[in-house]
């Protein structure tokens, strides 16, 4: 089943604990993207790759890390999270560039 | 710059009537992609339609039906007989030619009361 797969699904934190958000997908897709989702704001896009060991930052990448060392993967890293990005997150990809996007589940975090 | 408005934060409809939720994109491109998708209390995000901007023909699949009007920048998305399961957050989204984003409304939250 073709699919987007991130974990956790709920991470509970505290202020400046590193973190790591992961995402998988078995599409072979080339494009992977992390959105996060705020009330009032939509998804908003905070990093994207292209393709392997090629990354960009999107509309609001302050605070996050991301690497794609290998197709299929696209960690996020939070490596001092604060109260601010406490949101759901959204992983996605997709196959040719006006194709749908395929989203995981979402992460759910939180940081106290 | 691109822009998708969902000016309907929250509708409440009650079981079986129709509800029209609104979308309107700003740009100045002509060739663009539209997206409507689905977050249903589950929170996953569930896609429901593509849309390029070279066909204005309206879409209809079973209960769901698409508007996309060119010349008023909108692309309107209406539930027939709306049911309780249609309860979520409806998203728009514009997707431009070379770009590496999806650009998102803020969001619908459809509520269908029994």
């Known amino acids: 089943e073709a699919q987007v797969t991130q974990n956790p699904r709920y991470l509970i934190t505290v202020t400046g604990k590193k973190l790591t958000v992961t995402c998988s997908q078995n599409m072979n897709h080339e494009y992977m993207s992390w959105y996060r989702q705020d009330p009032g704001l939509g998804l908003r896009q905070i990093y994207y790759?292209?393709?392997?060991?090629?990354?960009d930052k999107g509309d609001v990448p302050e605070g996050y890390k991301v690497s794609r060392k290998e197709k299929r993967n696209f960690p996020l890293i939070l490596e001092s999270p604060s109260p601010n990005q406490t949101s759901l997150y959204f992983c996605?990809?997709?196959?040719?560039?006006?194709?749908?996007?395929?989203f995981g589940s979402g992460t759910q975090l939180s940081v106290l | 710059a691109q822009k998708v408005t969902q000016a309907q934060t929250e509708i409440s409809v009650v079981e079986k009537e129709d509800v029209t939720l609104d979308c309107v994109y700003e740009t100045r491109d002509t060739t663009y992609y539209l997206f409507w998708y689905k977050q249903p209390p589950s929170g996953e995000l569930v896609f429901l339609i593509r849309r390029n901007s070279f066909d204005e023909q309206n879409e209809i699949s079973g209960r769901y039906s698409w508007n996309f009007q060119k010349s008023t920048s909108s692309f309107n998305f209406t539930i027939t007989a709306s049911q309780v399961v249609d309860s979520a957050v409806y998203f728009c989204a514009f997707y431009p030619p070379g770009a590496n984003n999806l650009f998102f409304g803020t969001g619908t939250r459809l509520t269908v009361i029994p």
């Open positions: 996605a990809s997709r196959g040719r560039s006006n194709e749908k996007l395929f």
């Open positions: 790759s292209m393709n392997v060991e090629v990354t």
